[in-house]
């Protein structure tokens, strides 16, 4: 199956910290571009961070200096460690993989809560 299964959301307090991951199949992970979005009820879904296959990395203006995107290809995973979370930062967070700015492929989503 040609798929992107995330794990790790859950409820966090603010000021915690999460990573989520995200399994990649069926396709060659190497050559893409891996990125997370999210998305809150009512907003439009937002890019949160981006890796591509030579490891550059582009964040959110929102989370930048907060979350780290980084990739094992060895295991066809791609992470998003979120530090210092708000609860501006409850959404669902979607893993992507993209080739020459076309996202090809979207991940089920997994939910993050960050409350008191």
């Known amino acids: 199956q040609v798929q992107l299964v995330e794990s790790g959301g859950g409820l966090v307090q603010p000021g915690g910290s999460l990573r989520l991951s995200c399994a990649a199949s069926?396709?060659?992970?190497?050559?893409?571009?891996m990125g997370w979005y999210r998305q809150a009820p009512g907003k439009q879904r937002e890019s949160v961070a981006a890796i591509t296959s030579g490891g550059n990395t582009n964040y959110g203006d929102s989370v930048k200096g907060r979350f780290t995107i980084s990739r094992d290809n060895a295991n066809n995973t791609v992470y998003l460690q979120m530090n210092s979370l708000k609860p501006e930062d409850t959404a669902v967070y979607y893993c992507?993989?993209?080739?020459?700015?076309?996202?090809?492929?979207w991940g089920q989503g997994t939910q993050v809560t960050v409350s008191s």
């Open positions: 069926g396709i060659i992970f190497s050559i893409h571009v």
């Open positions: 992507s993989a993209a080739r020459y700015g076309n996202i090809l492929l």
